[in-house]
């Protein structure tokens, strides 16, 4: 006879997106499973982020041009005019300039006494902490 065991998570899980205070109770916790939730969902965010940055697409064009005229022309024909309508990156709006952004970001939360509101979503929540938090500074020559 085989008998079976569940593992159940340290954390509930729920359908539907992370609300933002359970996002900062997993980054401000003292349980390891629970920051590594935190550190994978904050990586995700800063991955998709920079994903998500038009620059990427400017610069698959310029490498591009090095294979052949007919690659540059395919980028920008078909990349080119994406990178022109989705021109603004939330990561332009951010600048997390430590070595490690993750830990940055949940020092930071660390940091911050007032949580955030019970309904709000872990994804706009994060946005909006991150560029409270983490502003970029004009580049002055």
Same mark, same amino acid.
């Given at each position: 006879?085989?008998?079976?065991?569940?593992?159940?998570?340290?954390?509930?899980?729920?359908?539907?997106?992370?609300?933002?205070?359970?996002?900062?109770?997993? =980054?401000?916790?003292?349980? /390891? @499973?629970?920051? %590594? *939730?935190?550190?994978?969902? +904050?990586?995700?965010?800063?991955?998709? &982020?920079?994903?998500?940055?038009?620059?990427?697409?400017?610069?698959?064009?310029?490498?591009?041009?090095?294979?052949?005229?007919?690659?540059?022309?395919?980028?920008?024909t078909r990349v080119g005019t994406?990178?022109?309508?989705?021109?603004?990156?939330?990561?332009?709006?951010? =600048?997390?300039?430590?070595? /490690? @952004?993750?830990? %940055? *970001?949940?020092?930071?939360? +660390?940091?911050?006494?007032?949580?955030? &509101?019970?309904?709000?979503?872990?994804?706009?929540?994060?946005?909006?902490?991150?560029?409270?938090?983490?502003?970029?500074?004009?580049?002055?020559?």
């Amino acid at each position: 006879m085989a008998v079976s065991i569940l593992a159940t998570p340290a954390v509930a899980t729920t359908t539907g997106p992370m609300k933002a205070p359970e996002l900062k109770t997993l =980054c401000t916790s003292d349980q /390891d @499973a629970e920051r %590594a *939730i935190c550190r994978g969902y +904050l990586q995700g965010f800063l991955d998709g &982020a920079s994903a998500a940055d038009p620059r990427l697409a400017e610069r698959a064009i310029e490498e591009a041009s090095a294979f052949s005229e007919w690659v540059r022309r395919a980028f920008e024909t078909r990349v080119g005019t994406h990178v022109e309508q989705f021109a603004t990156s939330i990561s332009q709006d951010f =600048c997390v300039g430590e070595a /490690d @952004a993750v830990q %940055a *970001i949940k020092d930071r939360m +660390l940091l911050t006494a007032q949580p955030p &509101a019970a309904d709000s979503a872990a994804g706009v929540w994060l946005y909006e902490f991150v560029q409270t938090n983490f502003p970029c500074q004009p580049v002055t020559s």
